[in-house]
């Protein structure tokens, strides 16, 4: 899932990967193994030419990507869903894969998500 801001309004999807790839700059992406750090979790992001503000933490952006994903999921299914499950591929430790669950519920918190999950991967 990528973001791109290089316009006032942001961009998601296909539209800004073909913006980070062509500039380097102006959006995020992966920001998954940048949760997993916690606390821990650099603001600057060096070979991907970002910085998290304290507008804009990963879980600000991760509810922005979800907030996305859950109008295609509307539009496919002609209703919002009324709970969410996320599965994440199990490349973390405990710590780590704490950090990541406790950053999405964040995310699902700014956006008023009550009811989700995390699904084990295998």
Not at 41 to 63: D, M, N, Q, R, W
Not at 83 to 101: A, P, R, S, T
Not at 104 to 113: F, M, Q, R, V
């Amino acid at each position: 899932m990528h973001i791109s801001f290089d316009k006032k309004k942001p961009q998601f999807g296909k539209v800004a990967e073909e913006i980070i790839a062509k500039h380097g700059k102006y959006g995020v992406q992966d920001l998954i193994p940048i949760m997993s750090e916690g606390n821990k979790a650099p603001t600057t992001v060096s070979p991907l030419g970002y910085i998290f503000t304290k507008a804009a933490s990963p879980e600000f952006l991760f509810a922005m990507l979800l907030r996305e994903q859950l109008k295609v999921i509307e539009k496919e299914m002609g209703e919002k869903p009324t709970k969410l499950g996320f599965c994440i591929f199990d490349v973390y430790g405990k710590k780590e894969m704490n950090n990541v669950q406790t950053a999405i519920g964040k995310a699902c918190e700014l956006i008023k998500i009550k009811d989700f999950c995390f699904v084990p991967w295998k």
